[in-house]
């Protein structure tokens, strides 16, 4: 299995990237240049067809900008096609409408890196095998409307809690000046969207995040 990097993962929303103008490969390519050590590519509204190609495109930018994990959001079938196209996928994130964690393995192979999304402690404790968990929401946000309900950060410290040392990925609006907080958690990641994909100047964001986590005042955050 590919460990999962610590610190910024970007979930690479291809309609975010599109309404601020800019093309996802360029985007997760200069974010991993930045210090972004995942990429999840995500394309809610796009057919499969188009998920795959999209990947195949990422996938080839980060070749360049790399090392980074590349993840695929639900689609183990469009990871499986994306890899027989000859880019290098490493696993996927699965909801809880999506495969199994053991089904996603299964198909992938036992060095694939596979993540799951769980809401609440209960969800973390039923998530066995997944290799990161996904928070709940810390906030709610337009990207993903129905994620809810918000867990806050007690919420988080409690995921953090149940997923006994499994990596925990935060999500949910978030930005800079939630780091030292995150990290006070005990979160092995803050995943972001907007924060990179909207924004003026995705490598400029995604540097000002990964300088944040990397100097955050973990210990002032825990007082």
């Known amino acids: 299995m590919t460990a999962l990097p610590g610190g910024v993962y970007l979930v690479l929303d291809a309609d975010v990237c599109a309404t601020a103008g800019h093309h996802p490969a ?4 200069a974010a ?3 210090g972004v050590g995942t990429v999840q590519v995500r394309a809610k509204r796009a057919t499969a067809r188009e998920l795959v190609a999209l990947t ?9 900008a790399g090392p980074a994990v590349l993840v695929v959001d639900d689609r183990v079938d469009v990871a499986l096609a994306a890899r027989a196209r000859g880019a290098r996928v490493d696993g ?19 060095d694939a890196v596979v993540g799951s999304s769980a809401a609440d402690p209960a969800h973390v404790r039923a998530a066995a095998g997944a290799d990161y968990l996904g928070s709940g929401p810390v906030r709610l946000t337009p990207t993903k409307p129905e994620a809810g309900p918000a867990i806050g950060f007690d919420g988080l410290r409690a995921a953090v ?15 800079v000046a939630d780091v030292a907080a995150l990290r006070a958690a005990g979160v092995h990641a803050m995943a972001v969207v ?3 994909c909207a924004a003026p100047d995705p490598a400029a964001a995604a540097a000002g995040l990964v300088a944040a986590w990397d100097h955050a005042d973990v210990a002032g955050a825990a007082r």
């Open 32 to 34: 991993v240049r930045a």
């Open 194 to 196: 907007s924060a990179i």
């Open 161 to 175: 809690a149940a997923a006994d040392g499994r990596p925990v990925v935060a999500i949910g609006g978030l930005g």
């Open 26 to 29: 360029q985007v997760a390519g």
């Open 56 to 64: 195949v495109t990422v996938a080839d930018a980060l070749q360049i």
């Open 92 to 110: 996927v994130h699965v909801g809880r409408r999506d495969l199994e964690v053991e089904d996603a393995r299964a198909l992938l192979g036992p």
